[in-house]
Antibody, heavy 130, light 109 residues
Framework: QVQLQESGPGLVKPSETLSLTCAVS?????????WGWIRQPPGKGLEWIGS???????YYNPSLKSRVTISVDTSKNQFSLKLSSVTAADTAVYYC???????????????????????WGQGTLVTVSS | QSALTQPRSVSGSPGQSVTISCTGT?????????VSWYQQHPGKAPKLMIY???KRPSGVPDRFSGSKSGNTASLTISGLQAEDEADYYC?????????FGGGTKLTVL
């Protein structure tokens, strides 16, 4: 069973950098798949932040791209998020998740494209405040 | 980029069916068959219910079904049960971008 667990400071000061780590168990990141970060401000909806492949290839939400860095450490089986110059608007529950971008269909015998998040961490609340 | 449009709330009685819509554009929902739906109970992480518009992961009851027409995707829950009361979010691939809907609160009366 794949499990993800977020960790990091629960309080960050404005203008500083938010740093979170997602530890993966039950699956080796180096075996494949994309991994991603999604956030949810209190009482609001979900927002995709960015995703990374086990090789280190990344793509980000254009609205956050200038402030976001996602990296992967296959030796520790974890990936990380850094969000710089934070403001109160960055206060949210941050989730890490596994992103499926394709799969082998046993029935058709072919590779099928797909885009969905199948395993999620429990989430961690990060508050931006002085 | 704004969120996909979902109704703020829907409701239904046990045993009834409800449908939640998710409206986007030709750049996301209309352009790709990669719409997924997530169920979120209060204080919990989202759970995948539907992927690729209409496919169900193993373990998800067949009461949950998905469809798409043009720029609008829909999640239908039939035979409503009390435990279906939750927030539901759609998500669409949009070409190197994943756009979520604003979420819909389902109330089981």
């Amino acid at each position: 069973q794949v499990q993800l667990q977020e960790s990091g400071p629960g309080l960050v000061k404005p203008s500083e950098t938010l740093s979170l780590t997602c530890a993966v168990s039950g699956y080796s990141i180096s075996s494949g798949y994309y991994w991603g970060w999604i956030r949810q401000p209190p009482g609001k909806g979900l927002e995709w932040i960015g995703s990374i492949y086990h090789s280190g290839s990344t793509y980000y939400n254009p609205s956050l791209k200038s402030r976001v860095t996602i990296s992967v450490d296959t030796s520790k089986n974890q990936f990380s998020l850094k969000l710089s110059s934070v403001t109160a608007a960055d206060t949210a529950v941050y989730y890490c998740a596994r992103l499926i971008r394709g799969y082998y269909d046993i029935l058709t015998g072919s590779y099928e494209d797909a885009y969905y998040f199948d395993y999620w961490g429990q989430g961690t609340l990060v508050t931006v405040s002085s | 980029q704004s969120a996909l449009t979902q109704p703020r709330s829907v409701s239904g009685s046990p045993g009834q069916s409800v449908t939640i819509s998710c409206t986007g554009t030709s750049s996301d929902v209309g352009g790709y068959n990669y719409v997924s739906w997530y169920q979120q109970h209060p204080g919990k992480a989202p759970k995948l219910m539907i992927y690729d518009v209409s496919k169900r992961p193993s373990g998800v009851p067949d009461r949950f079904s998905g469809s798409k027409s043009g720029n609008t995707a829909s999640l239908t829950i039939s035979g409503l049960q009390a435990e279906d009361e939750a927030d539901y979010y759609c998500c669409s691939y949009a070409g190197s971008y994943h756009r979520f809907g604003g979420g819909t609160k389902l109330t089981v009366l």
